[in-house]
């Protein structure tokens, strides 16, 4: 069965300090890794997708990279509005579906 | 461009009630997959519509049904409400070459 692990759980950063959110993953035959933001109450919102280990992604402060094993979320410089959870998923094999991990929430301080 | 759109935005139940979620996809979308996401947790998997059918289902009991409309537009249905069942029911919309773009989800609260 796909697994998705995402670390850490929470993490807390002052305005400015660049850090990374990891995602591990344990799929049959990856065909696909979704990084998604979500905001409290609402739907996930679409940021990368990366299909092959080495594929690197840029939007704005945010930038995705993939492994064979793992993907990390590069947050540079970021500001109070980044505050989110940030979720990875898989697709896997002949699967459609996305298997997610249990997210990250990232609080910006000022 | 109108994302995709789900109603009602909240609802709440008893326990033993049936619901009905709805569900429009991002213009030029063919595929609706539903999820469920309980506080904390990364949304779960409960099944994929495509062409009027259910194309994959996960771990979910019977009680969780589903019907998609020639117009790509889908239901979800659950019966027997459980205290459980409480989650936010979130609709994505997909073409094959694309990922999912979820909707603002439908907060259902069963007491």
């Known amino acids: 069965e796909d697994q998705v692990t995402q670390s850490p759980e929470a993490l807390r950063l002052q305005e400015g300090e660049s850090s990374s959110l990891n995602c591990s993953y344990t799929?049959?035959?990856?065909?696909?890794l979704f990084w998604y933001r979500q905001d409290p109450g609402k739907g996930p919102e679409f940021l990368f997708t990366l299909y092959s280990a080495g594929e690197e992604k840029e939007k704005e402060r945010l930038k995705a990279t993939l492994t064979k094993k793992e993907s990390f979320l590069h947050i540079t410089a970021p500001k109070p509005e980044d505050s989110a959870t940030y979720l990875c998923?898989?697709?896997?094999?002949?699967?459609?579906?996305?298997?997610f991990g249990t997210g990250t929430r990232l609080q910006v301080m000022l | 461009d109108a994302g995709v759109t789900q109603s009602p935005t909240h609802l709440i139940k008893t326990r033993g009630q049936q619901v009905t979620l709805r569900c429009s996809p991002k213009?030029?979308?063919?595929?609706v997959s539903w999820y469920q996401q309980a506080l904390g947790q990364g949304p779960q998997f409960i099944f994929q519509y495509y062409e009027e059918e259910e194309r994959q289902r996960g771990n979910f009991p019977d009680r969780f049904s589903g019907h998609q409309f020639p117009n790509y537009s889908s239901e979800l249905n659950v019966n027997a409400l459980l205290l459980g069942d409480s989650a936010l029911y979130l609709c994505?919309?997909?073409?094959?070459?694309?990922?999912?773009?979820f909707g603002p989800g439908t907060r259902l609260t069963v007491l």
């Open positions: 994505a919309s997909s073409l094959v070459s694309t990922g999912e773009y």
């Open positions: 998923a898989c697709v896997s094999g002949t699967a459609s579906k996305l298997t």
């Open positions: 799929v049959s035959g990856l065909r696909g």
């Open positions: 213009s030029g979308h063919d595929t």
